[in-house]
């Protein structure tokens, strides 16, 4: 049939071209069963498997392509989430409340029981001074004239309430991590609300309390808020002048015992000795703090009561003020409120003055010419409001940061290339083989107040002798 249609020789050559097209696909088979077998099936050896590997495949590289132009990825309907919104792997569509898990909230304790910071402790002096004798490896003094001492910050244990919040707070740790470590004090971060009870402006009472009682190795207890940072790395406070007090806050007597200002004084900086005094003050500061009717009604006394005070619930600055100047004879003795540096610099005065500081003065100095710490009162990086506008803050936020942290990147032949750059620059050519003899400006790579004991042997003399 096919013969009187086509004629022979079309037949011959359609035979030939099946019998071509047979040896064909018998080799395509059998190259498939070598490479199978010097390359591996897939996991399980299935096709099934092998076409579900496939797809993930090519599903990950479409995945790739929709991060690299999210705008492209959305569905054909338009309306829909796009795929960036959509995938588990995606950071940025991650809603950290899934995660965030509170228990139950403690039963409300009874409104009429007197607040307490915890068990009354009355002889803390007796049982610290016998534990220190015990532990001689411990001392309060890491030598004549320099305390020991713990520097203690800290923030809230959920994330901040806005994008970069958290990395502000970053910088903000880093810098006091850098100061502690070049005047050899120690530092405590603290994420955990201890007594729900004091959250907000006095949550750092029962941390204080806390912390005194579990280190009593420690002399002086350093607060400071995590707005908060230090921008004369080299001032080394000036402990001497402190030996016979126990707090230490920036502030003006004037302001505080005569005015009755509310910002009389500051306590997001301050100094507290360890000792049976500082369990009395915190006992005697803590009744305001309590959240609810009693904070609330605490809050309309110290309005009432303090010069230019607004309305708004008890803070522990406020009730610091109220404490001070209405029992001034059994607390204003052992109080001293330093102005001669800044413990404490507000940054609206500050912070537009850097460059002019750079050109006049030099770091070590501490007060308005190279203030010890800028404090970003009102910013509230973590927050989703601030009493200022967000980008003033931020911006001079990492000013400040530059200018402290240019005095630590000195001691390597580094600086930032300008206070609102990231980016750093060289300061020295590194020609020398000896690096031992290249000095940094400030002297804060083996500066005087981190140096040893005279009387602790020297570990060179140790091995030479």
Same mark, same amino acid.
């Given at each position: 049939?096919?013969?009187?249609?086509?004629?022979?020789?079309?037949?011959?050559?359609?035979?030939?071209?099946?019998?071509?097209?047979?040896?064909?696909?018998?080799?395509?088979?059998?190259?498939?069963?070598?490479?199978?077998?010097?390359?591996?099936?897939?996991?399980?050896?299935?096709?099934?498997?092998?076409?579900?590997?496939?797809?993930?495949?090519?599903?990950?590289?479409?995945?790739?392509?929709?991060?690299?132009?999210?705008?492209?990825?959305?569905?054909?309907?338009?309306?829909?989430?796009?795929?960036?919104?959509?995938?588990?792997?995606?950071?940025?569509?991650?809603?950290?409340?899934?995660?965030?898990?509170?228990?139950?909230?403690?039963?409300?304790?009874?409104?009429?029981?007197?607040?307490?910071?915890?068990?009354?402790?009355?002889?803390?002096?007796?049982?610290?001074?016998?534990?220190?004798?015990?532990?001689?490896?411990?001392?309060?003094?890491?030598?004549?004239?320099?305390?020991?001492?713990?520097?203690?910050?800290?923030?809230?244990?959920?994330?901040?309430?806005?994008?970069?919040?958290?990395?502000?707070?970053?910088?903000?740790?880093?810098?006091?991590?850098?100061?502690?470590?070049? !005047?050899?004090?120690?530092? *405590?971060?603290?994420?955990?609300?201890? +007594? =729900?009870?004091?959250?907000?402006?006095?949550?750092? @009472? /029962?941390?204080?309390?806390?912390?005194?009682?579990? !280190?009593?190795?420690?002399? *002086?207890?350093?607060?400071?808020?995590? +707005? =908060?940072?230090?921008?004369?790395?080299?001032?080394? @406070? /000036?402990?001497?002048?402190?030996?016979?007090?126990?707090?230490?806050?920036?502030?003006?007597?004037?302001?505080?015992?005569?005015?009755?200002?509310?910002?009389?004084?500051?306590?997001?900086?301050?100094?507290?000795?360890?000792?049976?005094?500082?369990?009395?003050?915190?006992?005697?500061?803590?009744?305001?703090?309590?959240?609810?009717?009693?904070?609330?009604?605490?809050?309309?006394?110290?309005?009432?009561?303090?010069?230019?005070?607004?309305?708004?619930?008890?803070?522990?600055?406020?009730?610091?003020?109220?404490?001070?100047?209405?029992?001034?004879?059994?607390?204003?003795?052992?109080?001293?409120?330093?102005?001669?540096?800044?413990?404490?610099?507000?940054?609206?005065?500050?912070?537009?003055?850097?460059?002019?500081?750079?050109?006049?003065?030099?770091?070590?100095?501490?007060?308005?010419?190279?203030?010890?710490?800028?404090?970003?009162?009102?910013?509230?990086?973590?927050?989703?409001?601030?009493?200022?506008?967000?980008?003033?803050?931020?911006?001079?936020?990492?000013?400040?940061?530059?200018?402290?942290?240019?005095?630590?990147?000195?001691?390597?032949?580094?600086?930032?290339?300008?206070?609102?750059?990231?980016?750093?620059?060289?300061?020295?050519?590194?020609?020398?083989?000896?690096?031992?003899?290249?000095?940094?400006?400030?002297?804060?790579?083996?500066?005087?107040?981190?140096?040893?004991?005279?009387?602790?042997?020297?570990?060179?003399?140790?091995?030479?002798?």
């Amino acid at each position: 049939m096919l013969h009187r249609l086509l004629g022979p020789r079309r037949v011959a050559l359609i035979q030939r071209a099946i019998q071509n097209g047979k040896i064909t696909v018998l080799c395509l088979l059998l190259t498939v069963v070598v490479l199978r077998g010097m390359i591996g099936a897939g996991q399980f050896g299935t096709p099934e498997q092998d076409l579900q590997l496939l797809q993930t495949h090519f599903s990950n590289n479409r995945r790739v392509l929709e991060e690299i132009n999210p705008d492209a990825a959305s569905g054909s309907g338009g309306g829909g989430a796009t795929a960036q919104e959509t995938n588990p792997n995606s950071y940025e569509a991650f809603d950290i409340s899934k995660i965030l898990v509170d228990d139950e909230p403690e039963e409300p304790k009874d409104p009429n029981k007197p607040y307490s910071l915890g068990p009354k402790i009355s002889d803390w002096d007796e049982q610290r001074a016998i534990w220190l004798k015990e532990n001689p490896q411990f001392p309060n003094f890491i030598r004549p004239g320099k305390p020991r001492v713990l520097l203690v910050t800290g923030s809230s244990p959920k994330p901040c309430e806005n994008p970069v919040g958290d990395h502000y707070l970053l910088k903000s740790i880093k810098n006091k991590i850098d100061y502690c470590r070049i !005047h050899g004090i120690e530092i *405590f971060y603290n994420l955990a609300l201890l +007594d =729900a009870e004091m959250a907000g402006f006095w949550a750092k @009472l /029962p941390l204080i309390r806390k912390l005194l009682l579990s !280190h009593p190795e420690i002399e *002086f207890l350093w607060w400071m808020d995590s +707005d =908060a940072m230090f921008t004369d790395m080299a001032f080394e @406070l /000036p402990w001497e002048r402190y030996k016979d007090v126990n707090l230490v806050m920036h502030g003006w007597n004037e302001m505080v015992y005569d005015q009755k200002n509310w910002i009389g004084l500051n306590t997001g900086s301050f100094l507290l000795r360890n000792g049976q005094w500082a369990l009395d003050i915190l006992d005697a500061w803590a009744p305001m703090g309590p959240k609810g009717r009693t904070r609330d009604e605490a809050g309309k006394i110290l309005t009432r009561e303090l010069k230019g005070r607004p309305v708004f619930e008890a803070d522990d600055q406020s009730a610091m003020v109220y404490l001070l100047m209405t029992q001034r004879d059994k607390w204003g003795d052992k109080v001293y409120l330093e102005n001669a540096y800044y413990l404490h610099g507000y940054w609206g005065i500050l912070v537009d003055r850097y460059e002019e500081m750079i050109e006049n003065y030099h770091p070590g100095l501490g007060d308005h010419r190279w203030p010890l710490v800028t404090h970003f009162v009102g910013c509230k990086p973590c927050g989703k409001f601030g009493d200022y506008p967000v980008e003033r803050c931020f911006k001079q936020m990492d000013r400040a940061f530059n200018f402290g942290d240019n005095q630590i990147l000195q001691m390597y032949g580094f600086t930032h290339k300008s206070l609102a750059s990231r980016r750093v620059k060289s300061l020295r050519n590194e020609t020398s083989n000896n690096p031992l003899e290249v000095k940094d400006e400030l002297g804060l790579l083996h500066p005087d107040f981190k140096a040893a004991a005279k009387y602790q042997i020297n570990l060179v003399e140790l091995l030479e002798a």
